[in-house]
């Protein structure tokens, strides 16, 4: 919410820890989980390639993230002062510094999962597509994503509004020539048993298509 993270931002100044702070704004710039930080090593960050790799998530399987600017930043600051892990704080010893970190800036209902929800609707704000959001938070079923996003009636409007390719005499939209080269693999990603719909993965996802593609 507005403020919190000034506020988040000025109690961090009085946090022993150096650490601590960092951390957070890793976690907003990413949407990784407290684990996936604190597990976190160099040998499986490219900053070049500006990707964090993840050999094992929660949901089982690896995930490869790509970095923001200010993420390649923190990451940057943190190499000087760190050995094997950019942030080396151990998940007893963070939980005991959040708890205090918080209560310091008054924001006692504030949990560090929140921060995840942060950069993933921060994520779609930007105007990143579902699938591409998936590809950095490591959800296997994109509905889950749903409950992350604040949609309104009235941006959904403009941007049905501003949908070129539909055509009144068809019931799906035609995708254009350039664009053909993306049906097969968003019908490889999203399973077999969804209906022949022809997909717009460029540059956003048609919203209306996109339900019809997984609801079907």
Not at 145 to 168: G, I, M
């Amino acid at each position: 919410n507005d403020g919190e993270y000034e506020q988040l931002e000025a109690a961090s100044k009085f946090t022993r820890n150096p650490h601590i702070w960092p951390i957070i704004v890793f976690a907003i710039e990413t949407g990784m989980r407290r684990g996936e930080i604190l597990g976190l090593s160099w040998d499986n960050i490219d900053l070049n390639r500006r990707t964090a790799f993840l050999p094992l998530t929660k949901n089982g399987s690896s995930r490869e993230v790509p970095l923001s600017t200010k993420a390649v930043s923190v990451l940057r600051q943190q190499r000087p002062r760190t050995d094997t892990h950019p942030f080396p704080v151990n998940a007893n010893a963070f939980r005991l510094a959040w708890v205090r970190l918080r209560s310091r800036a008054s924001l006692n209902d504030l949990h560090f999962h929140d921060l995840r929800h942060e950069a993933i609707s921060r994520f779609f704000e930007m105007g990143l597509s579902i699938p591409e959001v998936a590809l950095i938070s490591g959800h296997k079923d994109v509905k889950m994503l749903f409950r992350y996003t604040h949609l309104k009636v009235d941006s959904l409007v403009s941007k049905l509004a501003e949908e070129l390719w539909y055509h009144p005499s068809r019931k799906t939209p035609q995708v254009p020539h350039d664009e053909q080269r993306f049906r097969k693999s968003a019908k490889g990603a999203f399973g077999c048993c969804c209906r022949d719909v022809e997909v717009s993965l460029y540059p956003l996802i048609n919203v209306r298509t996109f339900l019809l593609f997984i609801f079907a």
